[in-house]
């Protein structure tokens, strides 16, 4: 009778092998003395590319096992990490950490503010106008762009740009003002400079800087500088809202990532009683911004093809415009669902927290969302 003599191969390293960093004999691919891995980074460029997509991205089965319920079962996730069922699925911070990256990425590819033109020159088209009926005419039309241009950008991240639309709808206000007042024989006034005010006088950097008392000097030759820089960007404006829109956008994934342990605390507060401990709250919050990302990324996705393939009122652009209305509804919908499948309350008093917590963090994200579109100004 023979036996098979042949080596088995195994994976782990021998038993006799010892770790480099500490000499004590190494049990499997790390060190169980000091933590040092049996891998290092002196091996091929591949293998260390694939461990970084791994450990960074998580690309592989678990992300297909982590879309579909983040999108379709509202609460699973969550209820999936709270009952240890946690390594099939891609961790909470990974996943929101990636899909707010890619979301706003896609945005700055196919987010488009147009509104060079109108913004361009507005005292150029009033002065071809010889009558007072002509300039309201010409400035009911660019506002009417102006409006036309609000609405498209309503539920989509451009929305952080309106404060460029209100800057160029008061200069096209003050521009056919003073064409009327040219026109009616009165001298052209001149038109006020838009900007900061501080104590009810326009900011200026030498006559009427910032200067708050209880700050040192330094403080607030920052304040005027970055005042200085926004004021100069305004007319930038004119030329180029894209940078703008791009500098927003940029921007908005790090004002979220400050944004969501602040809204685990509001459901630490709000479901106080239940004594969760404040990590859960925060992978709730995690889970429920990781799915807004999704959201967005996929309305966007959806008028992509809109704009690009489907002309504006063909069937086609209609069935486009009717999944992105589709997916802007389901984001209520699924957060509510979501809110009541983990935290187990009657409806009565799920949707009077949860309409609590909707105004609380929607007033929140819009100074939020301001406070990013004045540093978007500032680093344009």
Not at 20 to 41: E, I, S
Not at 160 to 175: H, M
Not at 317 to 341: E, G, H, I
Request: hydrophobic share 50%.
């Amino acid at each position: 009778m023979q036996t098979d003599s042949s080596p088995v191969v195994s994976d782990d390293p021998p038993p006799t092998t010892v770790c480099r960093n500490c000499g004590v004999a190494l049990q499997g691919p790390h060190c169980h003395a000091c933590g040092q891995p049996v891998k290092g980074l002196m091996r091929p460029l591949g293998s260390v590319f694939g461990d970084l997509l791994d450990s960074v991205f998580d690309f592989d089965a678990r992300i297909v096992r982590t879309l579909k319920p983040l999108f379709l079962r509202p609460g699973f996730l969550s209820l999936e990490y709270f009952a240890g069922r946690q390594v099939r699925y891609v961790t909470p911070f990974r996943l929101f950490f990636f899909l707010a990256v890619l979301a706003f990425f896609v945005a700055r590819m196919t987010t488009q503010v147009e509104i060079a033109g109108q913004l361009g020159g507005p005292q150029t088209a009033f002065a071809n106008a010889t009558t007072v009926a002509a300039v309201m005419q010409a400035r009911d039309a660019q506002l009417a762009q102006m409006a036309q241009a609000r609405r498209e950008m309503l539920g989509t991240p451009a929305a952080a740009g309106a404060v460029g639309l209100d800057v160029g709808e008061q200069r096209i206000r003050e521009a056919a003002d003073a064409r009327i007042r040219e026109l009616q024989g009165h001298a052209a006034a001149p038109v006020a400079r838009q900007g900061l005010v501080i104590d009810g006088q326009q900011w200026d950097a030498k006559n009427h800087p910032i200067a708050i008392g209880w700050l040192p000097a330094f403080a607030n030759h920052w304040l005027n500088a970055q005042a200085q820089r926004g004021s100069d960007n305004v007319a930038r404006l004119k030329q180029d809202p894209e940078a703008f829109k791009d500098a927003v956008l940029s921007v908005i994934p790090t004002t979220l990532f400050v944004l969501v342990p602040v809204f685990a605390l509001m459901l630490k507060v709000a479901y106080l009683f239940q004594r969760r401990l404040y990590m859960a709250h925060l992978v709730v919050a995690l889970h429920s911004h990781a799915f807004l990302c999704l959201a967005l990324l996929l309305v966007l996705l959806a008028h992509l093809p809109a704009n690009t393939f489907a002309p504006e009122g063909t069937w086609l652009n209609t069935v486009f415009d009717w999944v992105a209305a589709l997916l802007l509804l389901w984001m209520p919908a699924y957060l509510l669902l979501m809110q009541k499948r983990v935290y187990a309350q009657g409806w009565p008093m799920t949707l009077l927290k949860f309409g609590v917590l909707g105004l609380l963090y929607s007033m929140l994200l819009g100074v939020a969302v301001t406070a990013a579109a004045l540093v978007g100004l500032v680093e344009m």
